[in-house]
């Protein structure tokens, strides 16, 4: 009778010691996003069966909620796993807290990319993994990216670039000699490792051989910056081959972005207001497209 009472008093049922909780309207507005910022980032082609994006719990800032191993473009509410910052635990099915530990599906091999980014940087609230193909040739080259156009300030514009992790450097101590060398972050180390990587001046890390990591201020905000990553990367690569080859009559490669443009074009270009405008339109195209469903907006109010 007195658990009964309790249950009832706290609402918080209680399942081999873990509480579990009912999603928030915070939870579920920033889930609404999610969904969409899956679907989005299928439809622009920033991840295709791979890849992953995640938030800092609103709640809860020692948690966090990205999809259990699932394709992106796939991704519904039932999808959408609760997990803890400490070791990338499972807590539950966000949006069934019956679902609980060890009977939550297989989450990503590589949610320790996540959990290590959120446990460094305590301001970041969104984290992307991708493997975009425009980007790839950029670290299989030891180039790092600079920005090349106001909407992608965040890649900033350091001397040699954005930062670059490469798997195969590691040392040892973090990468052992037994351990398995596929490039995945699989573990607490080497997603200490990879969020080690980032610095000032720049919101990514290009990944040698796998991508790509964004940390965000937003899932919006995570979502313009992977797309816009994508966009200069293009312009980049454009750039440095006719550079190249109209050097015989003055052609230069691509100096990008100053430091004060790249830094006062991030300030400007990802306000709400802008960020608004192309959520606005990404969502309107995802929206025409069967494949993708997310069942949280269809049964609320349209976000904004």
Sequence with gaps: MMLHRLGLMFLLPIVFGQVTTEPSENVTAAAVDLLDANHILHFLDVVDAFGHISFRNPDNESQFVMSFAIAPALTTSQSLVTYEIDNATSVQLTFNSSVTGDNVPSGFVERFIHSQIYAAFPNVTSVIHAHTLEVLPFAAAGVGLKAQMGTAG????????????????????????????????????????????????????????????????????????????????????????????????????????????????????????????????????????TLYENDLRASSSPSS
């Excluded at 040699?160 to 573990?187: C, E, K």
């Excluded at 312009?235 to 990008?256: D, E, F, K, R």
């Excluded at 004060?260 to 709400?272: F, L, P």
Aim: a negative charge; proline letters at 3%; zero cysteines.
């Design 154 to 289: 965040s890649l900033g514009a350091l001397q040699n670039g954005t930062p670059i992790f490469d798997f195969g450097q590691l040392p040892s101590s973090v990468l052992p000699d037994d351990a398995i060398h596929d490039l995945l972050i699989r573990n607490t180390e080497l997603g200490d490792a990879l969020a080690g990587t980032f610095v000032d001046g720049s919101e990514v890390v290009l990944m040698t051989g796998h991508g790509l990591a964004i940390r965000g201020t937003s899932i919006r905000n995570a979502v313009f910056r992977a797309f816009y990553t994508k966009q200069s990367a293009t312009v980049q690569a454009q750039g440095l081959m006719i550079g190249n080859l109209g050097a015989s009559i003055g052609g230069m490669i691509p100096m990008g972005l100053t430091e004060r443009e790249a830094m006062d074009a991030k300030e400007t270009n990802e306000g709400v207001s802008l960020l608004g405008r192309a959520w606005a339109l990404w969502t309107a195209q995802v929206d025409q497209v």
